[in-house]
């Protein structure tokens, strides 16, 4: 069965400041990776995805993450945050293959100040 | 633009009433599912449909059950709710066989059980 780790519960930065989001998962297959962002009072979006190729994947507001599968890891990262990406963000994997179910990490609560 | 609505942002109910949340999707997606989000516990999945009248249990299926009988629409019951049941529900759809993990999400519905 896969799980999703994300490291940090609450991330506390000041604008202008690069981030990093952790997360790690577990799995016994290939898998497919993803980001989904969660502003307040809505329902979350995809941020980014990996499926396959590149392992360096861009998406958008200037977010990017890297898969590692040395290390299991997907961390998600931003050069310059601004106080709109004030939010909570989301680590999901699902197996690479068939009918797979989206498994969410518990979150991490970015928190920009000025 | 893919839209899923639910169809109440906001519910309060008492113990033992039968609860019934609306979803609805326009982009004439194959899945879909119901999520609770729990502060420090993320989402997890409660049930998941990959065609009209089809259903599959998820994570945590007791005192859910479902309904799809148009491909557009899944509605999520709560057969005699409990005040364990308070929390936010997210209905979501996706494209395809399988799940590639691009989730449309809906905007949720806090339900509150006194």
């Known amino acids: 069965a896969q799980s999703v780790t994300q490291l940090d519960s609450q991330v506390p930065v000041f604008e202008e400041a690069p981030v990093e989001l952790r997360c790690n998962y577990s799995s016994s297959v290939s898998v497919y990776l993803f980001w989904y962002v969660q502003y307040p009072n809505q329902g979350l979006q995809l941020l980014l995805k990996?499926?396959?190729?590149?392992?360096l994947v861009k998406g958008i507001n200037g977010f990017e993450a890297e898969f590692n599968k040395s290390q299991t890891s997907f961390h998600l990262r931003k050069p310059s945050v601004h106080i709109s990406d004030t939010a909570e963000y989301f680590c999901a994997v699902s197996e690479g293959s068939g009918y797979s179910t989206l498994t969410f990490g518990k979150g991490t609560m970015l928190l920009v100040s000025p | 633009d893919v839209k899923v609505t639910q169809s109440s942002r906001y519910l309060v109910k008492r113990t033992g009433e039968k609860v019934f949340l609306e979803c609805v999707q326009d982009?004439?997606?194959?899945?879909m599912f119901w999520y609770r989000q729990d502060p420090g516990l993320g989402l997890r999945l409660i049930y998941f449909?990959?065609?009209?009248?089809?259903?599959e249990k998820g994570d945590i299926p007791e005192g859910y059950s479902v309904s799809r009988e148009k491909k557009e629409r899944f509605s999520l019951i709560l057969e005699s709710a409990s005040t364990n049941q308070t929390s936010m529900y997210l209905c979501?759809?996706?494209f395809g066989q399988g799940a590639f993990g691009e989730l449309f999400f809906g905007e949720g519905s806090r339900l509150t059980v006194l």
């Open positions: 990996y499926l396959s190729g590149s392992t």
């Open positions: 979501a759809s996706s």
């Open positions: 982009m004439d997606h194959e899945n």
């Open positions: 449909s990959y065609d009209v009248k089809m259903k």
